[in-house]
């Protein structure tokens, strides 16, 4: 079936780094754009990354830029989140989620998640 | 940035209800605005795309209008599984912005 599972999750200290990684399964992996969005403990989703289908479009929300960077490796189905000089306030839930693409007006939104991986930074 | 404003925050109604939800973009975004569903310790579902497209798999009783910058979700006849916070989101800019959600509980 169509799914996507994150990983890498975890507490770290704050200024160090972490990588998360997210698997899809059961459909062409490489044909959509895929979204990055948090989501703090008991707060609402804010989105923080889009790349495109061959990862040479990124974009980034203001409070990620220049730290988070997304990747992806079509070969392995895999989708990156690079977290750079991570802070207090990036704590929360990450969740991948994939772009439909298709129809045009679905273009931006997220029909399947993962189940989130819980990034703490904390000292 | 585009913002996303949402009201009312929460709601209390009962099975059956009618419950409407409105959304509110700081700009014209046209009809790129997405609502999703979530309910506590899960991820977010797709309802509604495009403003007034059903996601497949999504029951009919989910409706969505608007365009420019006023949206509402509407569920007729509320279930005991539509308990849950829902969100919009403007898919017009790659700032893809969420309202801050809506908790429907019940009364």
């Known amino acids: 079936q169509v799914q996507l599972v994150e990983s890498g999750g975890g507490v770290v200290q704050p200024g160090r780094s972490l990588r998360l990684s997210c698997t899809a399964s059961g459909f062409s992996f490489s044909e959509y754009p895929m979204h990055w969005v948090r989501q703090a403990p008991g707060k609402g989703l804010e989105w923080v990354s889009l790349i495109s289908e061959d990862g040479i479009n990124k974009f980034y929300a203001d409070s990620v830029k220049g730290r988070f960077t997304v990747s992806r490796d079509n070969s392995r189905n895999t989708l990156f989140l690079q977290m750079n000089s991570l802070r207090a306030e990036d704590t929360a839930f990450y969740y991948c989620?994939?772009?439909?693409?298709?129809?045009?007006?679905?273009?931006?939104?997220?029909?399947?998640w993962g189940q989130g991986t819980l990034v703490t930074v904390s000292s | 940035d585009i913002q996303m404003t949402q009201s009312p925050s929460s709601l209390s109604a009962s099975v059956g209800d009618r419950v409407t939800i409105t959304c509110r973009a700081s700009q014209y975004i046209s009809t790129y605005l997405n609502w999703y569903q979530q309910k506590p310790g899960k991820a977010p579902e797709l309802l509604i795309y495009g403003a007034s497209s059903l996601q497949g798999g999504v029951p009919s009783r989910f409706s969505g209008s608007g365009s420019g910058t006023e949206f509402t979700l509407t569920i007729s006849g509320l279930q005991p599984e539509d308990f849950a916070t829902y969100y919009c989101q403007q898919s017009y800019s790659t700032s893809f912005t969420f309202g801050p959600g809506t908790k429907v509980d019940i009364k």
């Open positions: 989620a994939r772009d439909p693409k298709i129809p045009a007006t679905a273009e931006g939104a997220s029909d399947i």
